[in-house]
C-alpha cells in the first residue's frame, strides 16, 4: 500500500530499493537509450573517419589524374608541334625541289646553247679547213 501511495505522489523504488522520481521502465528505457546514443554516437565517429578515408583517397586519386591529364595534353601539343614542324619541313623541300628544277631547266638550255654553239663554231672551223 506504501508502494501505491508513493507511486501515485511519483516516487517509485528501484532495483537497489533506492527512491526515484522516473518508473523503473521509464528509467531503463532511459539507460537503453543512452546506451543506444553512444553506440550510435560511435558508430558516427567510425563512419566519419571512413570517409574521412575515403575522401583523403579520392584526392589522391584526383591528382594523380589531373598530373596524367597534362602530361596528356603535353604529349598532345608536342604531337601536333611536331605535325607542324614535319609540315613545315616538306615545304621547305618542295620549295628546295622546285627551286632545283628550275636550275635545272635553267642548266639544260645553257647546255643546249653551248652544244649549239660549239656545233656551229666546229662548223666553221670545218668549213675555214676546207677553204685553205
Known sequence: MADEALARAGLHFDELNK???????????????????????DK???FQK??????EVVDNVSKEVEKEKMKALGS????????????????????????????LERLRIQYEALQK????????IEQFILQK
Open 19 to 41: 527512491i526515484r522520481v522516473l518508473e523503473p521502465d521509464v528509467a531503463q528505457q532511459t539507460v537503453e537509450l543512452k546506451e543506444e546514443c553512444k553506440e550510435f554516437v
Open 44 to 46: 558516427i565517429g567510425d
Open 50 to 55: 571512413i570517409v574521412g578515408s575515403f575522401i
Open 76 to 103: 598532345r601539343n608536342l604531337l601536333k608541334s611536331i605535325a607542324k614542324q614535319r609540315e613545315a619541313q616538306q615545304q621547305q623541300l618542295q620549295a628546295l625541289i622546285t627551286e632545283r628544277k628550275m636550275q
Open 117 to 124: 654553239e660549239e656545233n656551229e663554231q666546229n662548223e666553221f
